[in-house]
């Protein structure tokens, strides 16, 4: 697959304002890499500052794990066809305890209502893959199903997590945002 090339220029940390340095310096501490998407989000500040604590939000332990989240977001990533999306996801899925053999059964294009998950996480895909397809996708029937598997909490939290990657990849894609190379320590952790 050919590089891409960013059809908005990935801004360096000594390009930024004050207030973006700061978004950079908490995703140093965090990922040991300042991801390509939020480079571009930086043109824009206020965006930036909006964008990426949300992300943290979505994607962090909250009413459901940032494991699963993450697993969600590489099944979103794989059904908009992004790979910056699928790349990005696998490492931090795995940073945050998914195996290999989950991420493997959400990125080899299998159905992961099949893969090594529990009922629920099951029931979760199908309500991504519902969502993908849009809201009148679920039905009430389906939803009723949902609920006898999550909280309300985690059926916000894993409707918000689907909803923003729609967005997040769509907007990647779209301005053509090359995936971010891993950070050096994670290079040397993989050999």
Request: hydrophobic share 45%; with cysteine; glycine share 6%.
């Amino acid at each position: 697959m050919p590089t891409l090339t960013s059809r908005i220029g990935l801004l360096e940390r000594s390009e930024v304002a004050p207030e973006a340095a700061a978004v950079y310096d908490a995703l140093i501490q965090r990922r040991g890499v300042v991801p390509n998407m939020f480079r571009v989000w930086a043109h824009v500040p206020a965006l930036l500052n909006q964008v990426a604590p949300l992300s943290w939000a979505l994607l962090d332990d909250g009413a459901l794990t940032g494991r699963y989240k993450e697993l969600i977001s590489i099944y979103v990533s794989r059904l908009a066809g992004c790979e910056y999306g699928c790349k990005a996801h696998e490492v931090q899925a795995l940073r945050k305890g998914a195996t290999a053999a989950e991420v493997g059964a959400v990125t080899a294009g299998l159905d992961p209502e099949q893969g090594p998950f529990t009922s629920a996480e099951r029931a979760g895909f199908a309500y991504a893959g519902r969502v993908w397809q849009g809201a009148a996708a679920v039905d009430d029937d389906f939803f009723a199903m949902l609920r006898q598997h999550f909280t309300e909490a985690q059926i916000v939290e894993l409707t918000a997590t689907v909803t923003a990657l729609i967005f997040l990849t769509r907007f990647i894609d779209t301005l053509r945002i090359p995936t971010t190379p891993l950070p050096r320590q994670a290079v040397s952790d993989q050999r």
